[in-house]
């Protein structure tokens, strides 16, 4: 069945540009014009990936990807920013606030179809087994099958990196794992992602969970492990 990518881009001959190439590529392409629209066609539509654009009217990119990353069932969805030349600034934000990839404008139809195939396929080799078991560590519980994440009952809301990031440091507890295994693990072959986006991760992970402020220990000039129970 075709990938499905939803298109936030609010200038009509960039989003018809980038439809077309969607098209032909084999994947089914989505619209929104504006941040809200985005939003609500994201929790509506659940896609496969997000090509969102930053300078948008409603709500800006970064409203939408916060919007996306907050919220149970689209939280793990990739998106792909795109940016103006020169703003390293909010692609810097944007990778801090969990996007996957980022494309500058201008940019080449050749390029937009191969960051989207490689965001997919960096999925693919971390994907977690459906049948594989829930892990628990302490109040927290991690049921793969569902792909949630619970702390005391409640559930906390992870994107697709961050939630195999936990799940490699739960599964391997008590192991010091070094950046360069967590990369491999979590991204796969991937040679665009440096040792800086585990710490970016890592970061919220303990952020959005209290308990692994502490649990997860950062061993200087290693890596991290989770401490065992």
């Given amino acids: 069945m075709p990938k499905t ?14 439809v077309h190439l969607l098209s032909k590529e084999g994947f089914t392409p989505l619209r929104a014009s504006d941040g809200e629209t985005a939003i609500a066609k994201a929790r509506k539509e659940n896609p496969d990936l997000v090509l969102l654009d930053i300078l948008l009217p409603k709500a800006d ?101 961050e939630f195999r990031i936990l799940h490699t440091l739960l599964i391997s507890s008590g192991r010091v794992l070094s950046r360069e295994a967590i990369l ?10 440096i040792d800086r986006t585990v710490d970016v991760h890592i970061a919220k992970l303990r952020q959005k969970i209290p308990l692994l402020v502490h649990a997860i220990e950062t061993v200087k000039d290693v890596g991290y492990k989770i401490k065992e129970l």
């Avoid at 298109?7 to 540009?17: A, G």
């Avoid at 491999?184 to 992602?193: A, F, L, P």
């Fill in 5 to 18: 990518v939803l298109v936030v881009e609010d200038e009509p001959e960039i989003q018809d540009l980038l």
């Fill in 61 to 161: 990119g970064l409203e939408v990807l916060r919007a996306i990353r907050s919220t149970p069932g689209i939280a793990g969805t990739p998106v792909i920013m795109l940016t103006a030349k020169g703003d390293e600034i909010d692609r810097i934000v944007g990778l801090e606030m969990g996007a996957d990839d980022y494309i500058t404008k201008p940019f080449s139809p050749r390029e937009v179809a191969a960051r989207i195939k490689a965001v997919f396929r960096r999925n693919r080799p971390t994907e977690i087994k459906a049948e594989a078991p829930a892990l628990e560590y302490g109040e927290l519980r991690m049921d793969p099958t569902r792909h949630e994440v619970r702390l005391h009952g409640e559930l906390i809301p992870l994107t697709a990196k």
């Fill in 184 to 193: 491999q693990k979590v991204w796969g072959g991937d040679t665009n992602v």
